[in-house]
């Protein structure tokens, strides 16, 4: 009688199935209900960063969908990002529409204009659409300077904050909830997305696209969808940031957050759902990381007292950019899995 490992799947619907064993399930369950009642007996600075990582995940799962399923390297997420966080800006704050309105808009907004920058950028690879893609970014970073009437220039727009069924959201604990609901949702969205048609068209480009085209797989088509999407995830990013925050500022979105939002998907593992999720909640504590070492290198050496700044967190996205690619390629993700198999057959080695 032949025996059945505990691993052994029937069909490919099990196989792809989000939760496989029932304790991935129990310990899903543990986390949701830590985080539901983390405002009830967390530090309101926890609560704060917590908000920021779920909007970082949102930004990063759109890129990883564009560089690490699709390989099409981009240093322009932070420009879209930046539209979708002026658009609600503007459409709250200036015009008064309603906020589902003002999300769904941003979305779209930053979608149909990386859409049209998908279709002149269908030719480029590697260094060259890493330079195009960042040029456009330079551009609109100019724009929201510059177009003053529209985007208030250098002194940015204020936020109202968001109000759902007449239950205004006016805290970060408040914010928390409807920040977990959304981030899980896109999650979700992207998870399902990833794994239907579009989604291994999306890794056969990646992976060749010349034998992709050869089978069947419309490039034109899919790069630019892959553009689409990522820029549309990346506009609900922004507004999430835009309701979190309150104020919006051309500073707050500079090519140097697209650099960050790239550490992102890298440390955590590039074509990985988990990964994006990984990747940003370590890149947001990565500073709090830094700030806290600093203190306790000036409790030890007064002369460094003061001498903290904004380029060590620069400085160490770089830095934490070359190691991953040189002795983690698969990421924070890559590791996880190690660990998750060590203890699946423990004690056995094999």
């Known amino acids: 009688m032949a025996l059945r490992s505990k691993t052994f799947r029937e069909s490919y619907y099990e ?3 989000l939760f496989q064993t029932i304790w991935s399930r129990f310990w899903m ?3 949701c209900v830590i985080l539901a009642t983390l405002p009830l007996w967390g530090n309101p600075y926890i609560v704060f960063l917590i908000n920021l990582s779920c909007i970082a995940v949102v930004a990063a799962l759109g890129l990883n969908l564009l560089v690490g399923y699709t390989g099409q390297i981009s240093i322009a997420h932070a420009a879209f990002v930046a539209i979708g966080a002026y658009t609600t800006a503007i459409l709250s704050s200036k015009v008064g529409l309603p906020f589902w309105f003002c999300l769904l808009a941003s979305g779209v907004l930053s979608g149909a204009i990386g859409c049209a920058l998908g279709f002149p950028c269908l030719r480029l690879k590697g260094l060259y659409l890493a330079m195009a893609t960042m040029s456009f ?3 609109v970073e100019h724009v929201l300077i510059t177009w003053e009437k529209v985007t208030g220039g250098v002194r940015g727009i204020h936020v109202q904050k968001i109000s759902i069924f007449g239950f205004p959201l006016d805290s970060d604990n ?5 920040l977990l609901i959304l981030t899980a949702l896109m999650i ?3 998870k399902n997305l990833v794994r239907t048609r579009v989604g291994r068209a999306f890794i056969a480009i990646r992976d060749r696209d010349i034998a992709a085209e050869v089978i069947g797989v419309n490039i034109t088509v899919y790069k630019v969808m892959a553009f689409t999407i990522s820029s549309f995830v990346a506009g609900i990013s ?3 940031y835009a309701y979190t925050m309150g104020y919006v500022h051309p500073e707050h979105f500079t090519v140097l957050l697209s650099i960050q939002y790239l550490a992102m998907i890298i440390v955590g593992g590039l074509g990985t759902i988990l990964g994006s999720v990984f990747g940003a909640v370590f890149i947001v504590l990565v500073p709090e990381m830094i700030k806290a070492l600093f203190r306790f ?3 030890l050496i007064p002369v460094l007292k003061g001498k903290y700044s ?5 400085a160490t996205f770089g830095l934490l950019i070359i190691l991953f690619l040189i002795f983690e390629a698969e990421g924070l993700n890559g590791i996880w899995r190690r660990i998750k198999n060590s203890f699946k057959n423990w004690p056995f080695t094999y």
């Open 310 to 314: 904004e380029e060590w967190n620069i």
């Open 297 to 299: 290198l000036a409790f």
């Open 174 to 178: 408040k914010i928390l909830y409807f």
């Open 188 to 190: 979700l969205g992207i």
């Open 15 to 17: 196989d792809i199935k």
């Open 238 to 240: 922004g507004a999430m």
């Open 137 to 139: 970014s330079v551009v």
């Open 29 to 31: 369950a543990i986390f």
